[in-house]
């Protein structure tokens, strides 16, 4: 009896370590904020669709579909290159606030350079839905916007400073349906797509004020050889040629169904289908969100990485099939109650895109972020090329043969080959580290 009490007893010991360092890195904060933020995204989607009409709501998708289409060059890897080389040199603190101040510098260029993209792009790209070209221009400076933005979450991320992370993130949601419900009600299917801009405004500014950039990496004297800037700017190209190949999964199914079905409301469809899956990701990301910074920390061990990988890859399967299982078992409810019966026939899609929703948790998140960690980006661009190029062929041959569904099933089975690959590469990666012992 005295040794099950024992042993008890250092199980709750080993929870109570596990909980004490979750509150100390922030991650209850953050975790309660996602929570928070998906119940109001759920509730302003289930608001937008009934104050827009469904080809208003299929133009608006397509609207911001584009954009982030042609923002796939986001801010050239800058944020990525920050997090990682100021990561690894955490405990230099002036070589730490030097890559946090040369990405600064470098920044300012990059988005003077998407905003310039987005401008051409506006008229030269040739919309398939009539009236959204005009829609579309409005968006031309939010990616200066969003490259300041994501450069703050970096600092933040680095400096482990998660409460203040979740805070805004939390605040950002908020502010961002209030507008969109507000600007859509007064101002329709215009209103919808210029209300992202009293969100990153309000969102910069809260940002600015928690980092104090004037005051904190205004000063420091960026003395780069260049060597180092060679191996900055080669993980940060590196890096962002893999966002795109992996943000082409998420964005390519909307865009084929807009070039080939061209029906506002088959795209609506497919977009309610996908919302919840999609927001259902935050689970798998806020794992590795505080993951990632700790990994590079702890770069040269890889013993203790690949331990860190399998209590990662068991506890994302449990929770994700365990919500999988919830979500469909209640699917047609969920649908019919949230966002009415008018998008009923979205169901198959939305069972399928759940069951992708567990691929990507189990096997790409934790694989993908390792490597990255570890700098295997050669392994992980050409993966996410082959896995993009997968998705284009299955999506224009399965879209045409059963229609929005098809888009469904090419995203499932480009996560599968994806995650497949880059998890059998990090398991050679772990077997060829213990050989050299």
């Known amino acids: 009896m005295k040794r099950e009490y024992f042993i008890l007893n250092q199980y709750i010991n080993i929870v109570k370590n596990y909980c004490d360092k979750a509150r100390k890195l922030g991650v209850l904060e953050y975790v309660l904020s996602d929570i928070f933020q998906k119940v109001i995204i759920f509730v302003g989607g289930f608001v937008i669709v ?3 009409t469904k080809e208003d709501y299929g133009s608006y998708t397509y609207i911001l579909n584009t954009f982030n289409i042609f923002y796939l060059f986001g801010d050239f890897g800058i944020s990525a290159a920050v997090l990682q080389y100021a990561s690894v040199n955490y405990l230099n603190e002036e070589k730490r606030k030097m890559y946090i101040r040369y990405g600064r510098n470098v920044l300012r260029i990059v988005s003077g350079l998407s905003v310039v993209g987005i401008f051409l792009i506006s008229f030269v790209y040739r919309f398939t839905i009539e009236g959204t070209r005009e829609l579309f221009c409005l968006l031309i400076f ?14 933040l991320r680095v400096e482990l400073r998660n409460k203040i ?30 209300a992202v801009y009293p969100e990153v405004l309000v969102v910069l500014i809260m940002y600015i004020v928690a980092i104090k950039p004037t005051t904190t990496y205004q000063n420091i004297n960026v003395d780069f050889t260049q060597e180092e800037k060679k191996i900055f700017w080669k993980f940060a190209i590196l890096m962002q040629i893999n966002q795109m190949s992996l943000a082409v999964l998420n964005y390519l199914d909307i865009y084929c169904l807009g070039i080939t079905i061209k029906q506002p409301e088959i795209i609506a469809e497919y977009k309610v289908a996908s919302t919840i899956p999609t927001a259902l990701y935050f689970i798998p990301k806020s794992i590795m969100f505080f993951m990632v910074p700790l990994m590079g920390r702890k770069k040269q061990n890889l013993d203790w990485t690949k331990k860190a990988f399998g209590k990662i890859v068991f506890i994302n399967f449990i929770l994700c099939l365990s919500i999988t299982i919830i979500f469909s078992g209640f699917s047609s409810v969920i649908i019919r109650i949230v966002y009415g019966t008018k998008y009923a026939g979205s169901r198959m899609s939305f069972l399928v895109l759940l069951i992708g929703f567990v691929v990507y948790g189990v096997l790409q998140a934790p694989a993908s972020n390792i490597l990255v960690v570890q700098e295997k980006l050669k392994v992980i661009i050409f993966t996410s090329v082959m896995g993009a190029v997968l998705n284009i062929i299955l999506n224009i041959w399965l879209i045409n043969m059963v229609g929005s569904v098809g888009a469904a099933i090419a995203t499932l089975l480009s996560h599968l080959f994806v995650g497949g690959i880059l998890t059998l590469y990090l398991v050679v990666l772990f077997r060829r580290n213990k050989y050299k012992k």
Do not use: D, S, W
Not at 179 to 187: K, R, S, V, W, Y
């Open 142 to 155: 939010l990616p200066a916007f969003k490259n300041e933005i994501n450069y703050f979450q970096m600092i």
């Open 50 to 52: 009934r104050i827009l």
């Open 165 to 194: 992370y979740a805070g805004i993130n939390f605040m950002a949601t908020i502010i961002h349906y209030i507008a969109l419900i507000g600007m859509a009600i007064f101002m329709g299917l215009e209103g919808a797509v210029a």
